[in-house]
C-alpha cells in the first residue's frame, strides 16, 4: 500500500499537551513497576472494547520507564477507538485526512490523529501497513529524536 500523508512520522509539530494522556492507566514515562503492577499480563488488553490483533499490544522500556507503547487492532474498531480517545482528550489531538491508494488503485480514507506533548507523541491511524489494521501507540520524546537522527544518517549515507 502506498502512503502519502501531508505530515511525514516525525515532521509533524502541534502544540504541546496540557494534560498527559493516558490509556487505561499507561502514559509515557510511566516506570516499568508501576506499568507490571497495573498490568500484569496483557493478554485481552482492549481499547474501548476493541481487542488488541495480536496476542498483546508492543510494549518498550528504556531506562526503566515506558518508551514506547502499541496497540494494533482490526480497522473496523478504529471509528469506536477513535470516539474514546477524542472523547477523552478532544481539544489535545489534531486530525488529519487524506486519501491513500493500493498498488492495485483501490482509494481508501486514511485519518490520523496526534497529540505532542514534552513527553512524546500519541498517535491514533486508521491504517498502518495494510487495510485492515489501525493502530493506537505513544512513543517518547527520546525515541522520537533517536528515529529522526537514524533517518538523517540513512538520507547521508549515499
Known amino acids: 500500500m502506498k502512503h ?3 505530515c511525514g ?9 496540557a494534560q498527559t494522556i493516558e490509556i487505561k492507566g499507561i502514559y ?11 498490568h500484569p499480563n496483557l493478554n485481552g488488553f482492549t481499547v ?12 518498550y522500556f528504556k531506562d526503566g520507564v515506558l518508551d514506547s507503547f502499541s496497540f494494533y487492532f482490526t480497522a473496523n474498531g478504529y ?4 470516539a474514546a480517545l477524542l472523547t477523552k482528550y478532544s481539544s489535545q489531538f ?14 481508501f480514507k ?14 491514533l491511524s ?21 528515529l529522526k537522527e537514524k533517518q538523517k544518517a540513512k538520507r547521508g549515507d549515499i
Open 79 to 82: 471509528d469506536d477507538v477513535r
Open 126 to 146: 486508521r491504517f498502518v501497513s495494510d487495510i485492515s489494521t489501525s493502530s493506537l501507540s505513544m512513543m517518547s520524546r527520546r525515541l522520537i529524536d533517536e
Open 48 to 59: 474501548a472494547g476493541i481487542q488488541s490483533k495480536y496476542s498483546t499490544p508492543y510494549v
Open 110 to 123: 486514511q485519518e490520523r490523529c496526534r497529540s505532542d506533548s514534552p513527553a512524546g507523541s500519541v498517535t
Open 4 to 6: 502519502v500523508f501531508a
Open 9 to 17: 512520522l516525525f515532521a509533524c509539530s502541534f502544540a504541546a499537551s
Open 28 to 38: 509515557l514515562g510511566m516506570p516499568e513497576a508501576d506499568f507490571k503492577q497495573l
Open 94 to 107: 489534531q486530525c488529519e485526512e487524506e486519501i491513500v491508494s493500493t498498488r492495485a488503485g483501490a482509494s
